[in-house]
């Protein structure tokens, strides 16, 4: 595998808090040296000046479609988009047909991507079998065959006393259970967030409190259990406090947001663009700056893309037609270095966010620079301009809000395992 030097990169580490200018070296796979002036030897040279040199970006939230779903995604593009975006490691949502509800399933997709994906895939089983929020699934079953988490996501568990239950044998395996936290009974068939923008369009609204309904439940059920509960997508102010208030009372609780929920408004969906339609909706500026504030406190542990790549086909009818969700692995990056612009998250907080407090979440390795950790890393130029168009991405599919938008900020180096796997100039190297 060889060496690897990088050079004169801003090292930045949020496990020991360094945030300085030096050198790494890999070997083998692994981080063996770091600091300043490291004396040079053989092996790949990468000049980081002027690049940020952070441990690898891992995404808690990814829907990689395979198997059953291929044309819109599967395990090597997706590998490929991850990487492409920053990202060294992916978990994988279970809602795939057949759905990832038995080890079988979670087998095949872990053969999958150690053939196919130049990230690393950490597989979520359905915590319900079939995702229909009835009978458990065989958690530790599952668990032994190698999945991080169990969620429904893409649907919510409506029954409070399976919640309970898949809660409290989740925390027999020590693994969180994700939730998507949508109280069906007020979503209704809302496809916008309720308000002035769903009166505008004559679209029926999902309105803020169906979320804000399910979280409280959830972080009730959570306390009674003591689990590890991981509130997915957080969209709304009274989750954001919710999830505060449960926190300082001791719940085992984390969370994430969304780049999107981070940065667009409920607006955008006012020219009927269904690359504007997920679920949760997007949300009005109220909701959007108590995420903003949320991920700035530390309140929500982590940024997620919610990647959910669906056929142009699909996407290209009415809007309440139209499946929710949108691509976001190639542009987290880009999208979420606003927040380091307005000074919301210092380079540092937003790595925290994206590599240190999503791999602790998940109980994996990384989210560090210690010598000795595996060489999962990422350079970030932080001032690069370029215009996102999914058509020259990785990603089979294109449903994305921010597609001909110029970005700033990109991902220019992406090592994995002490593997040179994407430079931006040459694009994915292997496998
Ligand atoms: O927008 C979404 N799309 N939200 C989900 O929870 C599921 C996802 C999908 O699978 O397309």
């Known amino acids: 595998m060889g060496r690897i030097w990088i050079r004169g990169g801003r090292l930045l580490d949020p496990a020991s808090g360094c945030d300085e200018v030096g050198d790494l070296l890999v070997e083998d796979g692994r981080i063996v040296a770091v600091g300043a002036g490291l004396e040079a030897g053989d092996g790949d040279v990468i000049d980081a ?17 395979e198997p059953g779903e291929e044309y819109k995604e599967d395990i090597a593009s997706g590998g490929r988009a991850g990487v492409a975006g920053g990202f060294t490691a992916l978990v994988c949502m279970a809602n795939t047909h057949p759905i990832n509800d038995d ?46 988490a169990f969620s429904d ?97 001791g719940v085992h609780v984390t969370a994430e947001v969304t780049p999107h929920h981070l940065t667009l ?36 542990d982590a940024i997620a893309t919610d990647h959910a790549p669906h056929a142009v086909h699909e996407k290209d009818v009415e809007f309440t037609a139209a499946p929710p969700g949108v691509i976001g692995l190639e542009t987290a990056v880009p999208v979420t270095l606003d927040l380091v612009r307005q000074e919301q998250l210092s380079p540092l907080e937003w790595v925290r966010r994206l590599s240190t407090n999503p791999t602790r979440i998940i109980g994996r390795p990384g989210g560090s620079l210690a010598v000795g950790a595996a060489a999962d890393l ?23 809000p921010w597609a001909g938008r110029e970005m700033i900020g990109r991902a220019t180096v992406t090592i994995v395992g002490g593997r040179l796997v994407y430079d931006v100039d040459r694009g994915v190297l292997v496998p």
């Open 49 to 65: 000046k002027g690049r940020w040199v952070a441990p690898g970006f891992v995404d808690l939230h990814v829907h990689l479609r």
């Open 103 to 148: 080890p079988s399933v979670t087998e095949y997709i872990l053969d999958r991507a150690r053939q196919e994906s130049p990230a690393r895939v950490y597989p979520v089983a359905a915590a319900t079998r079939g995702l229909a929020g009835e009978v458990m699934t065989e958690m530790v079953a599952l668990f032994e065959a190698g999945v991080v």
């Open 153 to 249: 996501d893409g649907k919510t568990i409506m029954d409070s006393n399976v919640m309970r239950r898949v809660l409290e044998y989740s925390g027999l395996v020590r693994v969180p259970i994700i939730t998507h936290a949508e109280d069906r009974t007020l979503v209704c068939d809302g496809v916008v967030n309720e308000g002035a923008v769903s009166t505008r369009l004559g679209l029926p609204g999902n309105p803020a409190v169906a979320e804000v309904v399910h979280v409280a439940r959830d972080l009730l059920l959570a306390e009674l259990s003591g689990a590890h509960l991981h509130v997915a997508h957080v969209s709304t102010a009274g989750a954001v406090a919710l999830i505060r208030a449960a926190r300082e009372r």
């Open 265 to 300: 408004l409920d607006e955008a969906a006012l020219g009927y663009d269904t690359n504007t339609k997920m679920a949760p909706p997007l949300r009005g500026s109220s909701d959007v700056e108590a995420c903003r504030a949320g991920i700035a406190d530390g309140t929500i």
């Open 378 to 400: 990422v350079l970030i130029d932080p001032d690069r301009h370029w215009i996102y168009d999914p058509a020259k991405g990785y990603s089979k599919s294109r449903n994305s």
